[in-house]
């Protein structure tokens, strides 16, 4: 027992001083991200209205009913506390906005990013310039004043409309306030902010040796053979990693959406998307217990998707190892 207790002794002499220097992490860790996620976890089964703490009700399932009624029919339901609730109209709603948005911004995002990265690949004189100018827009997209400035140039009387009728077109449409339209003016800002995808691409780029499409080219490999035989497989994994991040990105996109949208979620709800409604719910109408348990289920969603994406890596993504 004696030489155990020296043991931790011992052990505790020497990392001390790296336990010491560790000290704000491991605070930072447990009071600010740990914490309040098992906090909110709590908060997902509760009825909480941060107005009014003292009346916060266990309802255990309750916020998740709230959810996926609808697709049991459901138009409301009884808690366990007895507290007749209503289900959520909105709710699937908000999940078609941001999966349409995923599924169509994500492809189009990287699929512009890998050409213009290709583009930059080459030698061509100022490359450096025309780099740091397609990563700008990445800069400044998630901001207020650029998502304010898109809402601008959208409108029935924005600059796109007054460009276009000098072209002969008539009768343009509002592209913000029209149901039809305004989910693909966010789809647009999305492949704008090309840039981060570009750089990552282009140092992949940057790791395929010359020497493949050489040999292609004396074989007679055409541009489009050698881009689908040689580019395509030695880049997969960064396309795999662009993919996630991009992906993760676009199921947490806030802003664009808030301000475009008029923090409202647009005409019909066409830019109602999950995180919009999740802090409407939230912070308008106090419900942060229904608020907490929606920031569970996304968390959830964007995990099944990784790990979709991960499982089905193996059949299109190569690391050179000959597998």
Do not use: C
């Not at 605070?27 to 098992?38: A, E, I, K, R, W």
């Not at 002969?168 to 913000?176: A, K, Q």
């Not at 949208?261 to 217990?289: A, D």
Request: glycine share 8%.
């Amino acid at each position: 027992m004696r030489r155990q207790q020296t043991g931790i002794v011992t052990f505790i002499r020497r990392n001390a001083v790296a336990y010491i220097f560790l000290t704000p992490w491991f605070l930072g860790f447990f009071v600010l991200t740990l914490y309040p996620m098992l906090y909110s976890l709590w908060l997902g089964f509760t009825d909480y209205d941060f107005t009014q703490p003292d009346s916060t009700q266990w309802i255990g399932l309750g916020n998740y009913l709230k959810m996926f009624g609808p697709i049991w029919g459901l138009s409301q339901f009884t808690t366990s506390t007895g507290e007749v609730m209503r289900v959520d109209p909105y709710y699937l709603k908000s999940l078609s906005v941001t999966f349409t948005y995923v599924f169509a911004s994500v492809p189009l995002k990287l699929g512009f990013a890998l050409a213009v990265a290709m583009l930059m690949n080459q030698k061509l004189r100022w490359v450096p310039f025309y780099r740091a100018v397609y990563y700008i827009p990445t800069l400044l997209g998630g901001s207020v004043a650029v998502a304010v400035l898109w809402r601008k140039l959208f409108e029935r009387d924005g600059l796109v409309n007054s460009f276009l009728e000098t072209l002969g077109f008539t009768d343009l449409p509002g592209w913000i306030t029209n149901p039809k339209y305004a989910i693909w003016t966010l789809v647009l800002l999305s492949v704008w902010q090309f840039g981060s995808s570009m750089i990552i691409f282009l140092a992949g780029l940057k790791q395929i040796p010359q020497e493949y499409y050489e040999a292609a080219s004396v074989d007679g490999a055409s541009k489009a053979r050698q881009f689908f035989a040689i580019t395509i497989p030695l880049l997969s994994p960064v396309i795999l990693f662009n993919l996630v991040m991009q992906m993760i990105s676009a199921f947490q996109v806030f802003t664009q959406a808030y301000i475009i949208g008029g923090g409202s979620g647009g005409v019909l709800n066409s830019t109602l998307f999950y995180t919009l409604h999740l802090y409407i719910q939230g912070w308008t109408y106090h419900e942060m217990g229904y608020a907490s348990a929606m920031a569970w289920v996304l968390l959830l969603i964007i995990g099944v998707f990784t790990v979709i994406v991960f499982r089905t890596s193996d059949m299109w993504v190569s690391y050179g190892t000959g597998e």
